[in-house]
């Protein structure tokens, strides 16, 4: 299969493309190499992955109309996975617009590819965060979706939206899955697992929002890939998944299993709650078992571990 995988550079997008070049597709990855966090890390990325097999790379942003339009033309892919985008709750907050562009106008030019060049299949990387302020737990796709409190929230809704309307529209077949809090090796340098696990490390102090009680659905990167593959190979008219570890744990718990791996004590300094930050994430994985045959298989413990171990491994080799 002929697969086009955006934002394949970064963390999940990497992981997708060494498990799709292992069962030997053809991937194209689009992505800007944005400063969001070092693109030196993306870099690395990228050049590990050519080590395993050949892959295409088109270095552009996906708001380029243009861009993107020659991207498909040149490697007509049969499916889109799309995963590039703006990420984070609190820098939505301090860059609304930049977060609107990114989110909603560039999928608008990868659905409008899609459709030109046939795509046979769209998979849209959505986000828990959608949920907003649901009083409602375990979170579930039937759940009505009216409290989204962050702008990063509000453009993946958007991007659903338009994934529906060009399923209705023009029979794209599309599934957008919701992610909860995912982690793992080459894990995003500001989410909390590896934030947490190199400055404790470090010893150096951890800032936690709130009083550490906020639970959160930690879903291991390799559980999430298996989703996204499965999500490649169906192709349904039009769906909505949750992809999650389908468990919760306090911040506070996380820090102590960090720190257990480790063998090192945090320093913790306590913060006012952050505007936008939701006090529980939790998945009802049902209906991904049902249509995908999802089930996270990596416990949070197991996943700290597996983490803080590449963690040290990595330290070590550029000692």
Same mark, same amino acid.
């Given at each position: 299969m002929r697969i086009i995988v955006t934002g394949g550079a970064g963390f999940i997008g990497s992981h997708l493309t060494e498990a799709l070049l292992e069962r030997a597709d053809q991937v194209a990855i689009i992505d800007d190499f944005n400063a969001f966090y070092d693109p030196g890390l993306k870099r690395e990325n990228i050049e590990a992955l050519r080590r395993k097999a050949p892959l295409t790379l088109f270095e552009a942003d996906i708001r380029d109309k243009m861009k993107v339009d020659e991207a498909f033309a040149s490697f007509k892919p049969d499916a889109v996975c799309h995963l590039a985008a703006r990420a984070g709750v609190r820098p939505s907050i301090e860059d609304p617009l930049l977060y609107e562009e990114v989110n909603c106008i560039g999928t608008l030019n990868l659905l409008e590819a899609s459709r030109k060049t046939g795509v046979k299949n769209f998979v849209f990387a959505s986000s828990s965060s959608v949920y907003g302020i649901n009083s409602k737990v375990p979170f579930s796709e039937e759940d009505p979706i009216t409290c989204p409190i962050s702008p990063y929230a509000t453009t993946k809704r958007a991007g659903e939206l338009m994934c529906f309307t060009y399923s209705h529209l023009y029979g794209l077949p599309s599934t957008s899955l919701r992610f909860f809090t995912v982690y793992g090796e080459r894990g995003r340098p500001d989410m909390a697992v590896a934030k947490f696990t190199k400055l404790i490390n470090e010893g150096k102090e951890i800032q936690v929002y709130g009083d550490g009680t906020a639970r959160r659905d930690f879903t291991y990167v390799k559980d999430i890939i298996s989703g996204l593959i499965k999500s490649i190979d169906t192709?349904?008219?039009? +769906?909505? @998944?949750?992809?999650?570890?389908?468990?919760?744990? =306090?911040?506070? *718990?996380?820090?102590?299993?960090?720190?257990?791996?480790?063998?090192?004590?945090?320093?913790?300094?306590?913060?006012?709650?952050?505007?936008?930050?939701?006090?529980?994430?939790?998945?009802?994985?049902?209906?991904?078992?049902?249509?995908?045959?999802?089930?996270?298989?990596?416990?949070?413990? +197991?996943? @700290?571990?597996?983490?803080?171990?590449?963690?040290? =491994?990595?330290? *070590?080799?550029?000692?």
């Open positions: 192709q349904s008219r039009y +769906e909505i @998944v949750n992809l999650g570890g389908a468990n919760t744990i =306090e911040v506070n *718990a996380l820090i102590g299993l960090i720190e257990k791996a480790l063998g090192k004590k945090a320093d913790i300094r306590y913060m006012d709650p952050a505007p936008g930050d939701v006090p529980i994430t939790y998945a009802d994985v049902a209906k991904a078992k049902r249509l995908l045959g999802f089930s996270p298989a990596v416990r949070i413990d +197991e996943g @700290v571990e597996r983490y803080v171990r590449w963690f040290l =491994e990595r330290q *070590a080799s550029k000692v």
